[in-house]
C-alpha cells in the first residue's frame, strides 16, 4: 500500500505561483510513475503532468511551458511548481503514484485561481 498526501493548494491571483508538494509513505520502494491530475467543477479528471523514476517528465498541452513537475526519489516527494495561473487553473489537484499493482490518490488539495 501507499498512501499520499498533497499540500500546497491555496488562492492565488491571475498570473502567479504556487508549488504543490506531495509525499509518498508506506511501499515506497515499489512506486514507479508520479504524476498530478486535477479535476475542475463539473469536469472529468485529468493529467496535468508526470514523471517516470528515472525523470522522464510529460504533460498537457494546457500547461506546457507554465508547469514544472520534479521529484526527489529520497524523499518519496514529487513536486508541481506553478506559474503564470490562469483562472481556467482552478481545480482540485490530486497526486498519484503508480506501482506494478495499483494506482493511488492523495486526498487532493484545491488550488483557486482569482481573476
Known amino acids: 500500500q501507499v498512501q499520499l498526501v498533497e499540500s500546497g493548494g491555496d488562492l492565488v491571483q491571475t498570473g502567479g505561483s504556487l508549488k504543490l508538494s506531495c509525499v509518498a509513505s508506506?511501499?515506497?520502494?515499489?512506486?514507479?510513475?508520479m504524476g498530478w491530475y486535477r479535476q475542475a467543477p463539473g469536469k472529468q479528471r485529468e493529467l496535468v503532468a508526470s514523471?517516470?523514476?528515472?525523470?522522464?517528465?510529460n504533460y498537457a498541452d494546457s500547461v506546457k511551458g507554465r508547469f514544472t513537475i520534479s521529484r526527489d526519489n529520497a524523499k518519496s516527494t514529487v513536486y508541481l511548481q506553478m506559474s503564470s495561473l490562469k483562472p481556467e487553473d482552478t481545480a482540485v489537484y490530486y497526486c498519484?503514484?503508480?506501482?506494478?499493482?495499483?494506482?493511488?490518490w492523495g486526498q487532493g488539495t484545491q488550488v483557486t485561481v482569482s481573476s
Open positions: 498519484n503514484a503508480a506501482n506494478a499493482f495499483a494506482f493511488y
Open positions: 508506506g511501499s515506497i520502494f515499489s512506486i514507479g510513475a
Open positions: 514523471i517516470t523514476r528515472g525523470g522522464t517528465t
